[in-house]
């Protein structure tokens, strides 16, 4: 029974690892938390096998144990600070630079607030999936990973203006699409 569950743990890791990776990379930016969050996922895969699950569709199972790994990792950082912008920014524009915290109702607002926000960042993480692959990586890095727009700028090669209006139609756009889930929210 123990070789059976060793094989079918190794098929499953051996057929999926290279999807899982591009699935989970596209998401975080940082090698070492995907690479943590790969090796999470395929710690619970072996703990199913061993408890007896019945895993009916490993595939599935897997990205969506990736997809809540990477909303737990977003929820445990901590948004940096609209601080940590460039000061070669013109006044006009701190007004129109958002950070995450701009999205989330605030933890002071009590208990339905917390809901809430775990309620956003959930579907935070499905929103980040629709941006614009160059608006995803500005904003998953500068919300996230914490670089600093400078820094995104040597590391891309892109302008700090242009790092920044990525940024700006990202928030934007999840402002957006998440504008409903924030609406009902206030209706409580």
Do not use: C
């Not at 809901?115 to 990586?137: F, G, N």
């Amino acid at each position: 029974m123990l070789a059976k569950q060793n094989q079918q743990i190794a098929d499953a890791i051996r057929r999926e690892r290279g999807r899982l990776r591009a699935f989970i990379r596209r998401r975080v930016l940082n090698d070492g938390d995907a690479e943590d969050i790969l090796q999470e996922v395929f710690y619970e895969l072996v703990a199913a096998y061993r408890s007896l699950q019945p895993l009916e569709e490993v595939s599935a199972w897997l990205f969506r144990v990736a997809r809540n790994r990477i909303v737990d990792l977003f929820r445990l950082k901590r948004p940096t600070a609209l601080a940590d912008e460039p000061e070669s920014r013109s006044e006009s524009q701190d007004d129109e630079i958002l950070g995450l915290e701009d999205l989330l109702p605030p933890v002071e607002a009590g208990p339905d607030a917390v809901v809430a926000r775990q309620v956003l960042l959930d579907r935070l993480v499905e929103a980040i999936d629709e941006l614009p692959s160059e608006q995803r990586d500005v904003f998953v890095a500068h919300e996230f990973d914490g670089m600093s727009f400078k820094e995104l700028a040597a590391a891309t090669g892109s302008s700090i203006n242009t790092l920044l209006s990525r940024k700006r139609y990202a928030v934007l756009y999840l402002r957006e699409r998440l504008q409903s889930v924030y609406a009902d929210w206030l209706d409580q």
